[in-house]
């Protein structure tokens, strides 16, 4: 089992960066891919970026590739979520999550596909 634990975000004005990171607890962080979801006011939790084990392969939402960059250093259990050039859609509630897969080079973008969430970080952009 594994705890998640977010941090960072906040508010900054559009067209800025944050950066967000997930710290997990337990030894065997470098056995869980990992990913980042978010949930708008009003909307339903969508994916937006994951990241395999070992971190050589990461994929991303449509909405924020070429603009946000997910990594992970397993040294330290964390993963972060660098987020560049924010837009006011991009204001949500930001939630990490953790898969315990076998398989070293996958990663997951349904939610259903994690076991393990964090409590959220609310990332507020401002026009």
């Known amino acids: 089992q594994v705890q998640l634990v977010e941090s960072g975000g906040g508010l900054v004005q559009a067209g800025g960066s944050l950066r967000l990171s997930c710290a997990a607890s337990?030894?065997?962080?470098?056995?869980?891919?990992m990913g980042w979801f978010r949930q708008a006011p009003g909307k339903e939790r969508e994916f937006v970026a994951a990241?395999?084990?070992?971190?050589?392969?990461?994929y991303y939402a449509e909405s924020v590739k070429g603009r946000f960059t997910i990594s992970r250093d397993n040294a330290k259990n964390t993963v972060y979520l660098q987020m560049n050039s924010l837009k006011p859609e991009d204001t949500a509630v930001y939630y990490c999550?953790?898969?315990?897969?076998?398989?070293?080079?996958?990663?997951?973008?349904?939610?259903?596909?994690?076991?393990?969430w964090g409590q959220g970080r609310q990332v507020t952009v401002s026009s």
């Open positions: 990241i395999s084990r070992s971190g050589g392969n990461t």
């Open positions: 337990g030894r065997t962080f470098g056995s869980y891919a």
């Open positions: 999550a953790a898969n315990p897969t076998i398989y070293s080079g996958a990663y997951y973008y349904r939610q259903n596909e994690y076991d393990y």
